[in-house]
């Protein structure tokens, strides 16, 4: 399900809507000020990157006998 976030132009507060297929203007109601007036922002996806691998070096602090640095390596 497509996930639209909005601005009410009420009152300001940002929400976001879940549509089953299309955006329906109705099902867009503020839920602070139950207005239907908004303006539909632009989202952006999350992305989630992983660059190190099991094979390549690591110069984390785990691999010298302390503590894990903070997510660098697997160990987290």
């Known amino acids: 399900m497509p996930v639209y976030d909005y601005r009410c132009r009420q009152c300001g507060t940002l929400y976001d809507v879940y549509h089953k297929v299309r955006e329906v203007k109705e099902d867009v109601v503020c839920p602070s000020c139950h207005s239907r007036e908004h303006t539909k922002l632009m989202s952006v ?28 390596c697997s160990m987290n």
């Open 45 to 72: 996806p999350g992305v989630s990157v992983t660059t190190q691998t099991a094979e390549s070096p690591s110069s984390c602090a785990c691999d010298m006998g302390g503590e894990c640095c903070g997510g660098a």
